[in-house]
C-alpha cells in the first residue's frame, strides 16, 4: 500500500526505502541470527558483521535491535494491512472474507516464525516497538470498528456492544492466537481459524449473514 502507516513512522532513525543496500543488508543478518538464536542473544556487534558494515552503521538507520525486528516484520505488518483492508471493504460472504483475513494472516507468521517469536520478545522489552504495535493496532481496530458500523447500518451486522471495544478485544484475540501459533501452542492452525472465523462471525453477524 502506498499510505504510510502510523507503525511504520517509528520503525528506522533515517527517512530510508526499504530498498536501501546497507539496510536490507543489515536485516538480512539480523533474520540469518534469530533462526539461530532469540532476540537477547544477538548482539549488534555480529548483527553488523555480518552484513559487512560497521556498528554506527547499524545506529544509522535502527536504534536498537528492538526496533530492527519492528522493520523486518514489515512485510507481516503489510499483510494485517492488506487483510484489514479485504475485511472492511465487507464485500462479498462475511464467512469466507473473515476465514481469508485470517488465513493471510496466519500465512504470515507461518512465512517468518522465527522473526515473529522476536517481535513478540522485541514488544515486551522495547518501550518504542510497544508504541509501533499499539500504534498499529489502533489503527487496525478504528478501521474494523467502521465496517462493523456500517454493517449494522444497513442492516447485515446485529446490534451489540460499541463497536471500537469490539473491534479492539475481535484484533486482542487474534494477537494472542497468533502468538500460541508462533510458540507452538496448541490448538492446531486450523482449529484456532475455524474458532477465530465462529467468534468473529456470531460476534459481527450474530452467526448469519
Known sequence: MSEE???ARLVDRRSVNRGDQRRS????????LLR???????NVAEISRRAGVTRSAFYFYFESKATAVLALMADLY???????????????????????????LFDSVDASPHTYRALLEARAAS????????AGRAEFAGM????????????HATDGPDAA??????????DHALERHALGGEPPREQ???ALTHVWMTSIYGGIA
Not at 25 to 32: N, T, V
Not at 36 to 42: H, K, N, P, R
Not at 127 to 134: F, I, K, N
Open 25 to 32: 543488508a543489515l536485516l538480512q543478518a539480523l533474520d540469518d
Open 36 to 42: 539461530e538464536q532469540t532476540l537477547d542473544q544477538v
Open 165 to 174: 471495544g469490539l473491534a479492539a478485544v475481535l484484533l486482542d484475540l487474534n
Open 144 to 155: 474494523v470498528a467502521e465496517m462493523i458500523e456500517r454493517e449494522r447500518a444497513v442492516g
Open 192 to 194: 484456532h481459524v475455524d
Open 127 to 134: 518501550p518504542q516497538v510497544r508504541e509501533g504495535w499499539d
Open 78 to 104: 503489510d499483510a494485517a494491512s492488506d487483510a484489514t483492508d479485504l475485511l472492511v471493504k465487507a464485500e462479498g460472504d462475511p464467512g469466507e472474507r473473515i476465514r481469508q483475513v485470517l488465513d493471510s
Open 5 to 7: 502507516r502510523a507503525w
